[in-house]
């Protein structure tokens, strides 16, 4: 069962070792938890729905008070925090779970002629803000695709699959898996988010280095509008003028409800292994991901943390004995305080892996990296997907955990880094309400481009006496931080999307042409402002 008031299933639990628990208590204090709400007592808040009764797609909807409390929010702090607390406030007032392209026509053809507000639910994984209702004098109804979960046609030829928008990525793989091909979109939320949800919010997966961002990926499909039926044709490329294909990526449910997802295929690797290596300090190992990449070594994936963040993992790693066996072997090589973990991911052919293998590990060489071999990245794969329970085991001890996540060129990758964490580290201590309130952030380095890479920052603080405190920490660390990224030639998202967290800087970065251009898009397709509204767009 699906958590009402978290991430993923109920009945799995990431412990944090002892260790773990003594590095973060010493770093920013013990944290006293706060008292959670139950999911009855949430229930008993919801009011009454404000839909009208249509005989057409009552059998669609549900309007239930734990469907719309189970919908009411994602996976943000805020969001966290509002679950717990129970302080929800804005509930939809249904959900429609379509089946069929029919179903979701129906269903926009439902909201025009009531004057209702359409939200799309996507997998509920939304870390800024896409899918939560606001206060509003219009009903409002979310829409859940989880049904339109299947594989509709696999073109072997041409190897493009075409799914349900609602198909989330376990079942994505496991159905191309059957027929021997992959899709290779593995997101930190691979287990929850769905293959049209990649789409909308323009998805980077951790091997994209291999198989590509959602934006090469996606090949066509089907969008059901306010205006009608948009099919998107499977063309390899075209010159012939603006690509419509391109609009609807990143466009978060404003202009249309994605039904059909056309996605390039590949047959299933021979092989595939993930590989570490220390580099005594940052500026070695940031150079040799620069190099790995812009000589076009074939990874499949490449990830570099920061001397705080290697510390970070290698404390909550548990294994007390291994691990300082590993310290003094890396001392002995050269890489002791002040090191920094590369993990790199090899996949493919036997010949194409270890050819990619020869050559990386010639270049990590060059900057003095100790290879360690695989067991850290076999580890580093098994728990892949896991990593988002650690908030549950953190807020179980007082802790709150979020991120903050961009891109930039490679020229400013330090200056933005330092800019990030310098904010993140001081934001709280220089507040008159929490002061000398410590926060420990650190940084990784996870998609990689030739001219520079995004920048994928934690931080984790004590909770306060409240709930009110704990947020109000929450949005000092994250809007002032925001608005230094924005400033600093960093785009506001890499891959979590605008939603209406990051509205307020989106102007920032696209200019004030920029933003009438979306705006009219989205204006063209729904003039009304049925669709997901305040997302996206202030």
């Not at 013990?30 to 005989?55: F, H, N, Q």
Request: net charge neutral; with cysteine; charged share 20%.
């Amino acid at each position: 069962m699906r958590r009402w008031n978290g991430w993923g299933d109920e009945q799995f639990n990431l412990e944090l070792p002892a260790q773990g628990q003594a590095f973060l208590s010493d770093l920013v204090g013990s944290g006293k938890p706060l008292k959670d709400v139950s999911l009855p007592s949430v229930c008993d808040k919801v009011t009454a729905t404000r839909l009208p009764v249509d005989t057409i797609v009552d059998n669609l909807i549900d309007t239930s008070p734990e469907a719309r409390v189970r919908h009411a929010r994602g996976q943000s702090l805020p969001d966290w925090l509002a679950m717990r607390s129970g302080d929800i406030g804005v509930f939809p007032d249904g959900v429609a779970c379509p089946e069929s392209n029919l179903d979701v026509q129906k269903l926009l053809s439902y909201a025009q002629t009531n004057n209702l507000e359409l939200i799309p639910y996507g997998g509920g994984t939304s870390v800024a803000g896409h899918i939560n209702p606001l206060v509003s004098d219009k009903p409002v109804l979310t829409i859940d695709m989880g049904r339109m979960n299947r594989l509709i046609d696999l073109d072997r030829e041409s190897q493009i699959a075409t799914f349900g928008a609602g198909t989330p990525g376990p079942l994505v793989e496991s159905q191309l898996r059957a027929h021997g091909y992959t899709l290779g979109h593995f997101p930190q939320s691979f287990e929850l988010s769905t293959i049209g949800g990649w789409v909308a919010s323009r998805s980077s997966g951790q091997q994209s280095l291999r198989y590509g961002r959602i934006e090469q990926l996606f090949a066509g499909g089907r969008v059901e509008t306010l205006k009608g039926t948009l099919d998107l044709p499977t063309i390899p490329a075209s010159s012939a003028g603006p690509d419509i294909r391109e609009m609807f990526l990143g466009s978060e449910g404003r202009i249309g409800l994605i039904t059909e997802v056309k996605v390039r295929i590949t047959r299933l690797p021979e092989q595939e292994s993930f590989h570490v290596v220390f580099f005594p300090d940052w500026d070695s190992a940031r150079n040799a991901c620069r190099k790995l990449v812009q000589n076009r070594t074939q990874l499949s994936m490449l990830r570099l943390s920061n001397a705080t963040e290697t510390e970070t993992q290698l404390a909550l790693a548990g294994h007390p004995h291994l691990i300082g066996m590993l310290e003094k072997f890396l001392s002995l090589r050269g890489s002791a305080e002040g090191k920094c973990m590369m993990t790199f991911g090899l996949t493919g052919s036997k010949h194409q892996c270890t050819g990619a293998k020869q050559e990386a590990r010639r270049i990590c060489s060059e900057y003095k990296g100790v290879y360690t071999g695989t067991h850290m990245g076999k580890k580093w794969a098994e728990k892949r997907f896991t990593m988002p329970y650690l908030r549950e085991a953190l807020w179980e001890l007082g802790y709150a955990v979020d991120t903050l996540e961009t891109a930039t060129d490679w020229d400013n990758v330090d200056n933005l880094l330092g800019i990030m964490e310098g904010s993140l580290r001081q934001g709280l201590q220089s507040r008159e309400e929490s002061p000398g309130e410590r926060t420990h952030v650190f940084t990784h380095l996870s998609h990689f481009y030739g001219q520079g890479c995004s920048i994928y920052t934690t931080y984790v603080f004590r909770v306060a006496d409240s709930y009110e405190e704990t947020l109000a920490r929450w949005k000092h660390l994250k809007n002032t931080t925001s608005e230094l990224i924005v400033r600093n030639r960093g785009t506001i998202s890499h891959q979590h999307g605008v939603g209406k967290d990051h509205a307020p800087f989106l102007p920032v970065e696209k200019g004030e042409l920029g933003m009438l251009a979306i705006r009219s898009l989205c204006q063209s397709f729904d003039p009304e402002g049925i669709l997901n509204p305040k997302t996206l767009l202030e």
